[in-house]
């Protein structure tokens, strides 16, 4: 298994442009996450998904839109880049299960500037 | 909203000393769950608790998880080099899993 795969690692952008980081996961997981890391704040959840065509925002969705039209894939979009979204994002999966346990998986991460 | 509050932010301690963390949310957690990540890569999940007063040991690791299921605590007995990193928690409300901002862990040899 892979496990759960980022693409790309590095991306500079330019404000205003718009890009997709992409994210796969070969475990047949239901969950998927996205979180971004900025220093001192933590992990603050993006966008989140239980399943293939179901999609909900996190904490922080404003600028990203996200899409789950497999149970393998959950896209990240930006739609026009901001400074402010210069940050680590990490993606993350994991069984959907409450009262079991749900390790979230995480990706390598995209490391992303925006100019 | 939900929220989890963890301290310390940083912490730097001689090898051998013991260190602990702690987190805490305004309001009652499914279950919370502990993570590493080291200097450079990417958050790797250690336990989860579920139980109101559980505790749970992994080697020099102690976790806890609060009576009220609203608090939880991470003790490392005798720190080496080895378990420098960020440590987080992170708490469960319902389909959503919210990290607190971490704990960064330096062990000086």
């Known amino acids: 298994n892979a496990g759960v795969t980022q693409t790309p690692k590095f991306q500079v952008l330019k404000t205003g442009q718009s890009m997709t980081l992409q994210c796969a996961q070969d475990?047949?997981?239901?969950?998927m996450s996205w979180y971004r890391q900025d220093p001192g704040m933590g992990l603050r959840l993006i966008h989140y998904s239980v399943g293939a065509g179901i999609t909900d925002q996190g904490e922080v969705p404003n600028g990203y839109n996200v899409s789950r039209s497999t149970t393998e894939d959950f896209p990240l979009r930006l739609l026009s880049a901001a400074p402010s979204q210069t940050s680590v994002y990490f993606c993350?999966?994991?069984?959907?299960?409450?009262?079991?346990?749900?390790?979230?998986?995480f990706g390598p991460g995209t490391r992303l500037t925006v100019l | 909203g939900q929220q989890v509050m963890q301290i310390p932010q940083y912490q730097h301690v001689q090898e051998g000393e013991d260190f602990t963390t702690y987190c805490n949310s305004s309001?009652?957690?499914?279950?919370i769950q502990w993570y590493k990540q080291r200097p450079g890569g990417h958050p790797v999940f250690l336990i989860q608790?579920?139980?109101?007063?559980e505790v749970k040991k992994q080697k020099r690791l102690t976790f806890q998880f609060g009576e009220a299921k609203k608090n939880s605590s991470l003790h490392i007995t005798a720190t080496q080099t080895t378990d420098v990193g960020t440590y987080f928690c992170a708490g469960r409300y319902g389909n959503k899993l919210v990290f607190g901002a971490g704990t960064i862990l330096r062990v000086k040899s």
């Open positions: 475990m047949n997981h239901e969950y």
């Open positions: 608790l579920v139980k109101s007063g």
């Open positions: 309001t009652t957690l499914s279950n």
């Open positions: 993350a999966s994991s069984y959907q299960a409450v009262f079991s346990t749900d390790t979230q998986y």
